[in-house]
């Protein structure tokens, strides 16, 4: 398996209150990505990076914001979570120069009451 | 707007015979398919990708055919096995800026009855 975890597993916080998910790499990929997974919408892009500091939007990015500060490390931050943002998030990581296939974590599922 | 879609969310089939998994896609620049397994609780497994280059490639039970014309590609599972019970999702590779973009489809539940 790819070394990627994410943390924590489980979230359940409050309406409004900012929370920050964690993915962690041991494979030094260059491209990291934040998907949430919902019934009946697969699994939907949020933001990736291409590099330390570089990042860019998915097609789900309102009320996310992201940040890599060193190769292994991919945050997301609900800046203000809302209950549409109950979701389970997968991070996953790839090198194009290595292989097409993307690997991902194990997920976050994230509750917002 | 979805780019790559997957018409059927669920297929039942009896052990043994083959699954048939179906994919629909918009964009022409796509560079390569995959297909990803997932189990509840567990993250998507990588199964089987192809080129837009090529229109089959094999990999033991599972074979993905990718028709280019029709924006279309399948991937048949033979023969069936129950721990192929899973959800399968169906992605594209977009190379887009300079950076690569997985789009995934909204994934087709196989049931594979013992």
């Known amino acids: 398996d790819a070394g990627i975890t994410q943390s924590p597993r489980h979230k359940v916080t409050e309406t409004g209150t900012p929370v920050t998910l964690r993915c962690h790499q041991t494979?030094?990929?260059?491209?990291m990505y934040w998907y949430r997974q919902d019934p009946g919408h697969g699994l939907r892009l949020i933001h990736y990076?291409?590099?330390?500091?570089?990042?860019d939007k998915g097609e789900v990015s309102d009320g996310y914001s992201v940040s890599r500060s060193k190769t292994e490390d991919f945050l997301l931050t609900l800046e203000s979570a809302t209950s549409s943002q109950t979701s389970v998030y997968f991070c996953?990581?790839?090198?194009?120069?290595?292989?097409?296939?993307?690997?991902f974590g194990q997920g976050t599922r994230l509750t917002v009451v | 707007d979805q780019q790559v879609k997957q018409n059927s969310p669920s297929l039942s089939v009896q052990e043994g015979r083959i699954s048939i998994l179906n994919c629909d896609y918009t964009?022409?620049?796509?560079?390569?398919f995959l297909w990803y397994k997932k189990y509840p609780a567990e993250g998507p497994t990588f199964l089987i990708s192809?080129?837009?280059?090529?229109d089959k490639n094999e990999d033991g039970r599972f074979t993905v055919f990718l028709n280019k014309s029709a924006k279309h590609l399948s991937l048949h599972i033979v023969p069936s096995q129950p721990g192929d019970s899973a959800v399968y999702f169906c992605?594209?590779?977009?190379?887009?800026?300079?950076?690569?973009?997985?789009?995934f489809g909204t994934g087709t539940r196989l049931k594979v009855l013992a």
């Open positions: 996953a990581i790839s090198d194009v120069t290595r292989g097409t296939e993307a690997f």
């Open positions: 494979e030094n990929h260059r491209y």
């Open positions: 990076s291409y590099g330390v500091k570089d990042t």
């Open positions: 964009n022409s620049m796509f560079d390569y």
């Open positions: 192809i080129s837009s280059i090529k």
């Open positions: 992605a594209a590779i977009l190379l887009t800026s300079g950076t690569y973009k997985y789009i």
